[in-house]
């Protein structure tokens, strides 16, 4: 099993041959996440199972609850009592998830949520690779709001941006989604582990000011409030009803309406460069940039490899952070590229988002894949082949 | 025009102010509804437990009684609907230290979070949960409720409940509460005290709290004024201590059996947590 | 009070006397002071509150003897008694 540590406070430390899903337990567990509340799952059953066995060791709790729903409930109430805490699913859970997202988003509750994504819809395929939850990370609760979520691609990766999104979900007081997928999850391999005084620990904002001058709701400069948390004598009420910076429910007020969505909004936005984490692979100097996320940006590498030596310009650009988008980089590429070719596991989602931003500038090639494995070599080339030759023009992204 | 009240000393204050919000008062209930009586008892509970009131969270779902955290200056959430129980089990296993107490209606906490209640008592969550039952949704204006007893009359049964109640106080036994407890608002004392009894436990203490809601289930069924109705559930209360809970259906007429039904003691999730890990 | 007999401990006995105090603008009218008041003292008045309610008022002050039951049943925490003395 390699160069292994357990240091005397439970954390892991070295280099491990490990799956995906392990590798998220870990990471969460270096992230300092001591509550994890969760329902099994395949293909996220093993992350579940992972935090049973070890969260007891560092200290903390670990509890199988009677739904997704409850799942995520519990994450939240163990936010607000000062703990780190995630929970972790696949589709189905993550519908059920939804309303409680958005609880999270509106009441400003740091927290991640994991979902490793399989085959659908409904019960589809459970153990199998899919990305069809693309657009439901983005909108899938109800209302306006901005969400952050993150597509790893390798076990490593996940290990690394389940550490992230802990450190961007006290941040910007959250819930951040790690998106990834079953072959992410259920694939092992090499993870490294660094020491845990390397591991960024981004804690979370406390109030400055005694009990009586705090307004729960009202923001740094940079749009995020404090957070004081129950139990700490501020006396919070906190409320999933549209409220004003005191935290006391206004429903009927547009201004306090406007004020709090502008501003659950900006936060995200304003912060995108900070959020946003692209890796870019010969970019600049493409004709055909390959747009993708998750385990698609690495079965990509290889056609993007074999379009090389047929002597194309091609970039391949992984979407680290999938939301918010990469707006500014797509629109930026888009006068000097030819075409985008995005290809997910699913029959469309990002590519909306590319093609959006192209603005009809670049043609934008989707490579559908219904789920269930992942995109054949050839299929990725094709597309490329299919910008870079003349008759092709106009833009395609429905499959 | 107040000052000719007879013999009143006009105040700005109550007693009990500490412990409320007072900038959101009066709070949004109607006249004649049990839900503030329930806070006065749970208020008048708390001044008589020796709890440190920054360790005190109350959360609750949605509804009329879901307003109840946001009256209270105590740490309150608001959370969804249903999922009062859930969000109070991830509160109190974050941090052991708070005394966590669920305060919703029946529509939260039997029909939309029936799961979780059950199985928040199944694992025996040191959670204290109030749960104030008026028969009805009163917040979306009176529809059917797991509670509306059988035949009776609400928005969405205009031709009388086709359905079986859930009696909540044997739910709770069934499924493993430590500590079952029926009253109306009109108990006051006795509801005080089952309340401090049931904060006091240890494990999932439970008290229904039988409620008119005038404006809907009461204007529904003929119930006369809300005065009335609170009359017609207390006259109509029998006391019947540690009973069996299976016998304490209400109907649409007839008794209602109140008291405390169940008091155990048992290992609660956490030391059974605990014990685990050693 | 009228006793038939002379209680042992009547000289120990001390009767409370309260005074009623009322946030008039938390009323909502809703009769259960005055109605489950067990010694009488409170009836609704007729005048209104800016709400437009019917706050109580005092009937019989010499009556209470600050059993509380008027706080405890207000729902508004519009109504409390505090003691003022006792009577022996």
Redesign the interface.
Known sequence: MGRRRVSNNGILQGSFFMDGDTACAEGAICAGCR?F?GYPITPATEIAERMARRL?QVGG?Y?Q???E???I???????????R?MTATSGPGFSLMM??L??GIITETPCVLVNVQRGGPSTGMPTLVGQGDMMQARWGSHGPYETIALSPGSPQELFDLTIRAFNLAEKYRTPVLVMTDEAVGHMTERVVIPPLEEIEYYARRKPQVPPNGYLPYRPDPDGVPPMA?????????????THNEKG??DTVSVETQQKLVERLIRKIRANQDDIIELREDQVEEADVVVVAYGISARTAARPVRMAREMGLKVGLLKLVTVWPFAEERIRELAPKVEGFVVPEINMGQIAQEVERCAGGQAQTILVPHAGGGLHHPNDVLEAIKRVTSPQSTSAETSP | MVDELTDVLISKHHPMDKLLRQDRLPHIWCSGCGLGTVLTCFVSALEKLDLDMDQVVVVSGIGCTGRAAGYLNLDGFHTTHGRAIPFATGLKLGNPELKVVVISGDGDLMAIGGNHFIHAARRNMDLTVICVNNFNYGMTSGQLAPTTPTNARTSTSPYGNAEHPFNVPYLAAATGATYVARWTVLHVRRLERSIIEAMNKRGFSVVEVISPCPTYYGRWNKMGSALEQMKYYHDKSTIRHWSDPAQADIGLEGQIIVGRFVDIDKPTFCDLLQGADQ | MKLWRKPLDQDRVVVPRGEIHLIVERCKGCQLCATYCPRDVLEMSSLFNTRGYHPPQVRNARRCLVCGLCTMLCPEFAIYVEEVGHDQ
């Open positions: 509550f509340g007891p709790t509890i609850m009677e739904d729903i409850a799942s409930s519990a994450v939240l109430g163990a936010s607000w009592a000062g703990t805490a309303e409680n958005g609880l948390c129950a139990g700490e004598g501020y006396r919070i009420h906190v409320t999933g009803l006391y429910p």
